[in-house]
């Protein structure tokens, strides 16, 4: 069992494996170049299989690849493979914008991922254009059917923002509803490579929302999922993330690991270690001794707050788009 230096277990391990992304969103990296950093700077998914044996003997029961658009990572599916041999009954999951998901999602589910989480940030074209840097719904959503079609648990991610898709969210629920798909509103978080003209919805404005057309009750939250739970008037359940509060913290389960081998205890926070070193020597013990100090030093909470609404959040100087969200 993984135990950090507050007594919470972590049993969730992150992997970002590529910074790579063929949208450029708007509240994540919308003025970075098509660029990428070189192959020889990555990991192979062999050294990265290393570590994740080391993890999952030492108690992970839960994988999330995520990005970058974690599907621009040739043969993606043989490392998805090579965990799911390795532990069959692990959750594998993959965080993605879909956009490649029509002549991918066969390849995943044969190679044993069980579920997709999906960004669907606006069902109106020029909207979902605006926020991803090109024309992409169309194929979004093909990407969305082509996951159902073939067996894929979905979750959707939706990110309203004001001004800009903050009339949609009633009509993404719609559409996850009739799909018997969860959807999950996630509050914008500040951070400086995204565009600083945003403003996202405090959740409590996205609730509000919700109760124009429902009826919500509270579920609250499920295990350490970062998710708060509701319910309409129906039975349809809808989460709601909010990371400005510390109660987000208090059950964090999850470490982060990035494509070049940074092992990153919090989200929020910069600091991290390197397990590339020990992983390109076949160094277990040395992997292991790395995460052991990770667990060590994870902090207890982010910096954002609203304990003093009349400061200034701070901004995250973190790149989400190279651990993933």
């Known amino acids: 069992m993984l135990i950090d230096g507050h007594g919470r277990t972590v049993n969730y391990l992150r992997i970002s494996v590529t910074e790579r992304c063929n949208f450029r969103c708007q509240y994540c990296m919308p003025e970075k170049p098509f660029s990428w950093v070189p192959k020889e700077n990555l990991l192979t998914f062999e050294e990265l299989f290393l570590f994740v044996k080391v993890a999952i003997d030492g108690g992970v029961t839960k994988i999330r690849l995520t990005g970058g658009e974690p599907l621009l990572r040739e043969d993606l599916d043989k490392f998805i493979k090579m965990i799911s041999d390795y532990k069959p009954d692990i959750d594998l999951a ?9 002549e991918a999602a066969q390849r995943l589910k044969d190679a044993g991922l069980k579920r997709l989480n999906i960004s669907l940030d606006s069902l109106k074209a020029d909207v979902a ?8 719904l169309p194929q979004v959503l093909k990407g969305i059917e082509k996951a159902l ?6 979750k959707i991610n939706m990110v309203p923002l004001k001004g800009i898709n903050d009339g949609e969210i009633l009509d993404i629920l719609e559409y996850c509803k009739a799909r018997n798909i969860k959807v999950r509103f996630i509050e914008y978080m500040e951070n400086r490579h995204a565009d600083q003209a945003l403003k996202g919805m405090h959740g409590r404005e996205i609730l ?3 109760k124009e057309r429902h009826t919500i009750h509270a579920l609250g939250r499920e295990g350490a999922s970062p998710s708060f739970n509701y319910a309409l008037e129906d039975g349809t359940e809808f989460g709601l993330i909010d990371p400005h509060k510390h109660d987000f913290c208090e059950s964090c389960n999850r470490i982060r690991l990035t494509a070049e081998g940074n092992l990153i205890p919090c989200l929020y926070f910069d600091e991290a270690m390197s397990i590339a070193e020990s992983v390109k020597k076949g160094d277990i013990h040395g ?5 052991a100090q990770v667990l060590k030093d994870k902090p207890k909470e982010n910096r954002w707050s609203e304990e003093n609404p009349n400061e200034e959040k701070e901004i995250s100087s973190r790149a989400f788009y190279e651990t993933g969200g």
Do not use: F, H, R, S
Not at 129 to 136: L, S, Y
């Open 149 to 154: 079609e073939v067996g894929l648990k979905v």
């Open 287 to 291: 992997a292991a001794n790395v995460l």
């Open 129 to 136: 254009a605006k926020i991803a840097g090109k024309d992409v």
């Open 94 to 102: 993959l965080t993605t914008n879909a956009y490649l998901l029509p």
């Open 208 to 210: 509000e929302k919700v």
